[in-house]
């Protein structure tokens, strides 16, 4: 058997599972794994420019492939840097391994230079984590690492390696395992046949159906299952933050998303609904709005590959714990064999209504803001826009904040894995980062990332990864020079109020700044050279621009949701109310 | 209402430390604690000790399930159930009325005089919880210097048993 040493192990492990791309930063405790790294050609490896970067960068590989991504870091400052990352991963369920290095063995505990307790720091925020303590080790933890991470509910698993383990002169033979087993950890696959019938039954026989999908579609490939169970049954579908792309957008089914800034059809719908099929949703505050209010007529079917998720905010009638795909290819098969069929009548009642609700006031069949004009570019009409140029079919991240909520309601998409947005966590600064990871899947696709100027000044510095591994991002920048969403709560609960929400004339130049790194600028200030514009940076394949579009301040993004209420209690702009 | 929870879990490094801070994460109380290696020395053995109603125990069971390390849990206090807790109190027994009225408490509280010096007696108790909350109640009085309790162990009755 082949000697190797652990840092040779661990990037031979990599390798075995087939991890391509690795992204990350060197460091002290790290430095026998960059060794290793730089004597092969198997894995490759990005260095970013903060490891927070890293982790979203691998991060958005992981979203827009359904791959695992992999994050490599030091440790002390290196690990806690990674951590806003993981977290962002964590609340998202992506699928990821983040390996850090640590001090030496014999060093843990001693307060050594650059000693973090990863495991520790790390624990609330992961699926799991382990120390591996001796190199013969390395293999089967990097092994048992990916199996949890993808697995189950996936989510991030970090592995935490001491220096020592990793000693070039300790060498050790090198097999990795054909197959993981673990007797603590066993994800359940397909759900109970019974419970699945019993759905089936209540969705065929529903008057008022809605189907909520969430992320749990996407992360597990089932948009296909969804999409024929909805189109055979002619039920609306609506989407979570993290679902959209799960069902496709420009569909006659399609209601928009729901939730605080869903879609008054979307929304309305639910709260009238007799029978809610939640897949791969977890009733989250930023849906649900007042849980004692929420939905008072309805049967909830809800299916989840995690078990916690069911009836943990809302009481699901038939709970079905299992993954979305196998549980929908059941239900696909089940609903032809049944010998009953659906209330056609109450279903064509139902579509009248739900077109009744979007032709009064949905905002895909009027515009519902006073349109751009002039100097005054509406950040509603910029993704409009952008839907246009890149006639819909561009990988879109966005940063958090109003541009996150109009590039939601305002991008349809229509496949899944194309949206790429920290939905959970609501993480400023993932955009750019996790930009990076889809392009360098798809060096082909147009990847754009849709920000704010609050946004992407925090990972900023990623413009530098860009040039140096050559991806051509583009990024959309909504300059209202202020922080949007928080000058909207301001203004709606604060008699705006702007407590350190402007940033007054501190803005860089983000023409000149984008130069700086070897890019290309552009600032758009009048409606009428948008599109002209945004023509000029797409055409430009393969160079990174930087699109900074000045848009109206005292823009709102609306619908909203009004605290305390139900899901059909929204704002519908500044002055009218459901 | 009062739950007690078992757990088996792998006795891994941190395994106990991915528990204790769930509760603390999910803001659930921890009452008491005992954790100990089983016959097979790879697993642990906890019991947890807990309030809450129905909704809020089948949230903690399922929480505690997730955990990768955590091979099974059981809520005991829905099946029929034993618990136990060792208890150890020293108490102030310096005249020989209040020694032999002690004494004779023991007694019928089925404990053990384990220690004595002409100024304490140290009495071993053992029982549920219920049982060691009026022990102390009836020598309340008499002077307790200190008391050690173990937690609850439980286990459930009949043929149902925890194990891999």
Known sequence: MELLSGGEILIRALKDVGIKTVWGYPGGAALHIYDALYRQEDVHHILVRHEQAAVHAADGYSRSTGEVGTALVTSGPGATNAITGIATAYMDSIPMVVISGQVPLTKIGQDAFQETDMVGVSRPIVKHSFLVTRTEDIAATIAKAYYIASTGRPGPVVVDIPKDVTDPSHKVPYSYPEQVKMRSYQPTDKGHRGQIKRAVKTLIEAKRPVIYAGGGVVLDNASEQLTALAQKLNFPVTNTLMGLGGYPGTDRQYLGMLGMHGTFEANTAMHHADVIFAIGARFDDRVTNDLDKFCPHATIIHVDVDPTSVSKNIEAHIPIVGTCKAVLDEMNSLSEQMAIEPDEEALAEWWAQLDQWRADKGIYTASRYEESSGNCIKPQDVIKMLYKVTEGDAIITSDVGQHQMFAAQYYLFDKPRTWINSGGLGTMGFGLPAAMGCQLAFPDKAVACVTGEGSIQMNIQELSTCSQHNLPVKIINLNNSALGMVRQWQDMNYSSRYSQSLYEDSLPDFVKLAESYGHVGMKITHIDELEEKMRECFAMKDRVVFMDIVVDRSEHVYPMQMPGGSMRDLWLNKTERT | ?164
């Open chain 2, 1 to 164: 209402m009062k739950r007690i929870i078992s757990i088996l879990l792998e006795n891994e490094s941190g395994a106990l430390s991915r528990v204790v801070g769930l509760f603390a994460q999910r803001g659930y109380n921890i009452d008491t604690l005992t954790v100990a290696p089983t016959d097979d020395d790879t697993l642990s053995r906890l019991t947890l000790t807990t309030k809450g109603d129905d909704h809020m125990a089948e949230q903690i069971v399922k929480q505690l399930h997730k955990l990768i390390d955590t091979i099974k849990v059981v809520d005991l206090t829905v099946g029929s159930h034993i618990e136990r807790e060792l208890m150890m109190v020293r108490i102030k027994a310096t005249e020989n009325d209040i020694r032999a009225e002690l004494k004779s408490c023991v007694d019928i509280f089925r404990g053990h005089i384990i220690d004595v010096t002409s100024q304490t007696y140290t009495v071993q108790l053992v029982g549920d919880s219920e049982k060691l909350d009026a022990f102390i109640e009836a020598v309340g009085d008499m002077g307790i210097m200190e008391v050690v309790r173990s937690g609850v162990s439980g286990i459930s009755r009949g043929d149902k048993f925890l194990r891999v």
